[in-house]
Each structure stands twice: as structure tokens, then as C-alpha cells.
């Protein structure tokens, strides 16, 4: 008898902007709540650590965000928008999360897995990434077990963007300030860096092209097997829409 995949349980939901807040000059939060969304919260997945959605933009316009904060009480989630655009044509959702206001609809679907998945004997954890992964790093970091030894490095454009990264793990976090291309700092920094020993585990997210360089330069010669790495590129320098393969 054949085997019978399960696949996991997705939804969608049309919620309303509650709240828009500036996190940092260049992220924005807006909370998003409603009936459609409380029932959201109850799907499989949704508090993962970086689990993410597909937003579907007032214009129709769908990307990825990263659930940053759900509050089951108010029945809302928090997704915060980097802003590297203001007009439609440098990005929809960048463009409309700088003007957002309450009471806009905004669409969500998922809960889709964030591709975190620590291995129970890690003793170590590296996480990295630049600001677009900055809220998925928060949601792991959020989520670690208190022994484990954390690093965390992230790349942002200057010491304004910095934010709290709370968790219960002990952390050292490392600021990282972007150079002329993306994610070019935090490739150097990373590239320099000597893992601890024992069992581990590596997260990295942030531009396509560094993510694909520090899969080449980096992670192939750590030769770490595949169940101890996930690294994704989020978005693509010149590329609309970027789906990392
Ligand atoms: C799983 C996942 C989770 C993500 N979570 C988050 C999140 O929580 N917060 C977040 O801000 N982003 C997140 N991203 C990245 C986000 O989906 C992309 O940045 C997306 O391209 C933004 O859409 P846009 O409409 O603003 O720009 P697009 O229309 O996609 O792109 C237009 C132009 O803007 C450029 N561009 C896109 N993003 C950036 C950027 N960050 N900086 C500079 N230039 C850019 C593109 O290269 C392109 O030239 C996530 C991506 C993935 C895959």
C-alpha cells in the first residue's frame, strides 16, 4: 500500500492594518488583526521560529515576510517591512508599507516553514543574516534552548538599524555595517569566522548572490552535513519578485 503524504495545513486570511509603527528609520511594523486572522493563528507552523507568509499587497501584489510577533490575546501579527523604496517601481511592498495606514486589508497566506530545524545534539548555533532576515532571526533567537552557545551576525546599513535580539540562550551578537553590496560585509566577516567544535547548527538568510557565494566559499568547505545548514537567499539585488531556487 502506498504511503500517504500529509502535507502541512496552509490558510489564508484578510486581516487589518491595526497599527503602523517605524521600529527603526528604515523597518517598518504593521500589525495586522481581524476574525480571519485569530483563525490564522490556530494553523500548524505558525509560531515555528521564522516561519513566514506570502502577503498579498492592497495592489494585488504578493511577497514574503517573516511572521515577527504573534499575539494570541489581540488575535494579531506583526510583520516588519524593510523600507528600501518608496515608489512602486523600487518594490511594492517596501513602497506600500512606507505609507501603510490603519484600517488597510492586507492578505496573508501560509504559515510556510522558515527552514530552521536545530539537531538535538547542536551545541552551538550560528545565525546570520541582513535585515530582511533580521525579524526571523529575532524569532529564533526567541525560541533557542538557555545552553545552547549562539553567535549571531547581522549586516545592517548603520547603527540606527540595530534592534534588541532577545532570547533565553546566552548570545553574542555581532553588528555588522553594510558595505557598497549587499550582504558584502557580512560575507567577509563570516568568511573569517572559526566554528566552535562539537555538533552545530548555521542559519543564514539575506541577498541571493552573497547567500549563493557564502554557499560556495563558506559553507562547502565547512563540509557540514545538509541537516546542520539552511541558508536562503530573500531577496535578489535588480531582481522583482526574487524566488530563491
Ligand atoms: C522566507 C522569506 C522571508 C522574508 N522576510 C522578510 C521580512 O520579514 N522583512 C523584509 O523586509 N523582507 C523579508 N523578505 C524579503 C522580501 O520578501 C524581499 O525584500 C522582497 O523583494 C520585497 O518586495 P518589494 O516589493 O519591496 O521589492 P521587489 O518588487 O521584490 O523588488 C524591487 C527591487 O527592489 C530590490 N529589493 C528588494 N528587497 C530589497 C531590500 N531588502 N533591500 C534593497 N533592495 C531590495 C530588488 O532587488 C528589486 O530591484 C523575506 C523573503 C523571504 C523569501
Redo the contacts with the bound molecule.
Keep these: 500500500m502506498s504511503e500517504v503524504i500529509q502535507k502541512p495545513r496552509t490558510a489564508r486570511a484578510v486581516g487589518v492594518v491595526q497599527a503602523v509603527r517605524n521600529v527603526t528609520p528604515m523597518?517598518q511594523r504593521i500589525t495586522v488583526s481581524g476574525d480571519e486572522i485569530t483563525d490564522f493563528l490556530t494553523v500548524e507552523g505558525v509560531a515555528e521560529p521564522?516561519a513566514?507568509v506570502k502577503v498579498f499587497?492592497p495592489s494585488g501584489?504578493g511577497?514574503?515576510?517573516?511572521?515577527?510577533h504573534i499575539d494570541h490575546e489581540a488575535g494579531s501579527i506583526d510583520?516588519?517591512?524593510?523600507?528600501?523604496?518608496n515608489d512602486?517601481?523600487?518594490?511594492?511592498?517596501?513602497?506600500?508599507?512606507a505609507q501603510a495606514s490603519v484600517g488597510e486589508h492586507l492578505g496573508i497566506a501560509g504559515p510556510?516553514s522558515?527552514?530552521f530545524s536545530l539537531p538535538h545534539d547542536a551545541e552551538w548555533v550560528l545565525i546570520a543574516g541582513?535585515?530582511?532576515?533580521?525579524?526571523?532571526m529575532q524569532s529564533i533567537a526567541a525560541q533557542l534552548p538557555p545552553d545552547i552557545d549562539t553567535k549571531i551576525f547581522v549586516e545592517v546599513a548603520n547603527k540606527a538599524e540595530q534592534q534588541a535580539i532577545p532570547s533565553p540562550a546566552i548570545v553574542r551578537t555581532h553588528w555588522v555595517t553594510a558595505l557598497s553590496e549587499?550582504c558584502q560585509a557580512l560575507c567577509k566577516t563570516l568568511l573569517s569566522q572559526s566554528l566552535p567544535s562539537g555538533p552545530g547548527y548555521i542559519w543564514i538568510?539575506g541577498?541571493s548572490t552573497a547567500i549563493r557565494t557564502l554557499r560556495l566559499h563558506y559553507l562547502q568547505d565547512l563540509a557540514l552535513p545538509k541537516h546542520r545548514v539552511s541558508a536562503?537567499?530573500?531577496?535578489?539585488?535588480?531582481?522583482?519578485?526574487?524566488?530563491?531556487s
Design positions: 523597518m521564522a513566514w499587497l501584489e511577497r514574503a515576510y517573516t511572521i515577527r510583520l516588519d517591512f524593510v523600507l528600501h523604496g512602486a517601481d523600487s518594490g511594492p511592498a517596501s513602497a506600500w508599507a510556510r522558515g527552514g541582513d535585515t530582511t532576515a533580521l525579524p526571523g549587499p538568510a541577498e536562503k537567499g530573500y531577496w535578489k539585488a535588480g531582481e522583482g519578485d526574487h524566488k530563491d
